[in-house]
């Protein structure tokens, strides 16, 4: 069987590139998509080694004689097709082209990553050159048959290592583990080391240890890259020293007087680009890039990992890379929990930051990740939203929300609730419907409109605003048809606070009691005990629905016009 590219090159050479020699190899003079059909044959077949799909060559293994712009053209379609079609993705290896004496042709190299292999909807089978859908009772015999998905990070490579990088990693686990003595790594080879933690000779410690390869960019204030280096060994991003490093440039070059970015943050975003990314692919293509006021981490993604992005009050989680993050695990530098996601956005809220958020970009086999953390100077008024959210509810993880759906207006609620599953699913929907809280949910226009307090707290950095001659009119006119409707008339500062979608501070009393106290000597209602005042006209009956709906609308109202 054939085992690498130069073997075919070498074929092709000596006229000798025969598929009835070679029972891994296809040749094909142009690409089509059905053509993924006898991959998928192939790779549910040939499961020990990899298989060949030449395109651009007969079947007599002629070169059919394409020129540069079809194998571009072509390797452009072939990407897409296998993003599109292709499940598990993992099941491709490389589409690559290449030239011999001004001809063009493309290499496609797969390998059965441990499971049934998919063109489209259907798993295929091969027989001669008969290629046929497999029945649900094949696929069940060959899925029972095979291992499972493979880890890309558990096979077997060779490089040599870092030796002091391998040494802070063994330390780190010592310390962590009650069961690994301080000393069990003394007077080791960082290849004895390796080998103690099960991980020697793996992708995953040529990955961490070896010569695979991120880059960190740095820009200027106009936001030019003006520095590109590159490094080797992923372990180099998880070091303290490295984040480190980022809040220096960062704090220097902005001008800042403190760290910019929240450390916890910092740190869970540098280590899900290493732990997540997708390695069979230019072994993961890491870039770390160095803005004034934010911080971008970006790698190369399973297109499934679009289900992840921004959810950020979710723990849902899928790893690809099981001995990675088994090895990060047993560092310290990941949990197993999902709770990363969670621990970014609400460390950002709580210092004051941006939100980060996730940008999913499309192209060739893979999708690349960008997770953005804001840094930058401390936004005092967002602290004061989330410190007034956090005495509204006495629950840390419920403010958070609010002040989620507080930063998130400009979105639809449909488009929010992807971010939110699992035990964080009741908390918003509390938020959501409640009318005292920060937002009022527009159910007919699915947005989110802020309540006033909120809004004038953002506007003018106040906790409260004198009501304009229109807004107090309005105001008037709708608690006094609401209360007397609802509550024979009667109505308390804070139910005028409510009304009015202001919030409870000490201002904001006094505001709604200076209004009561003004509409009562001016005869619009009466004092009827402290703190307790009654509108006069004729009371109707409303049914708790129709009280609610009323609220509701005037609340919608209130803060539109706000």
Known sequence: MLQTKDEIITHINAGTLLEYRQPNLELKQNWHQSDGKKLSAFANRILDNSIWLCVGITDSGKLFGHDENWAKQAEETISNHMNQYLNPQATCIGVTCHEINGQWFIIIECRNPGAVVYWGNSAYKSSGTTIAEMAPAEIMQLTVSLPGLSDYTAQQAFTSYEPQSVRELADLISKRSPKIPITTFDNLSPQDILARLGINDTNASRILFGDSKYRVVYYDAYENPVENKTFAGMFGILKASFAEHVQEWTRTSAGLDRDPYPPRALKEALANAVAHAAYVEKDGDIIVELFLDRLCVSNVCMRESEFFANKWFSRSHNTINSLMMETLRMAGFVDELGRGKNLIFADSLKSGKQPPHVVLETGGRYDRWRLYLYGGTQDTTQLRILNRLKEMYRDEQKALIANALVLWRGQSVSSIRHYIDGESLPLFAEVLSDLGGPIFYYKEKDKIVLHRWVSVLIGEGKDS????????????????????????????????RELAGMGHTRSEQVLSST????WDERGFLKKTRKGVYQFHGPKRTLTHDQVKEALQSLLADESETT
């Open 515 to 518: 209004l009561l106290k003004k």
């Open 465 to 496: 605003k004198q009501l304009s001659d229109a807004e107090e009119e309005d105001l008037l006119d709708s608690a006094r048809r609401l209360q007397l409707d609802y509550n024979h008339g009667y109505i308390t500062p804070k139910e005028l």
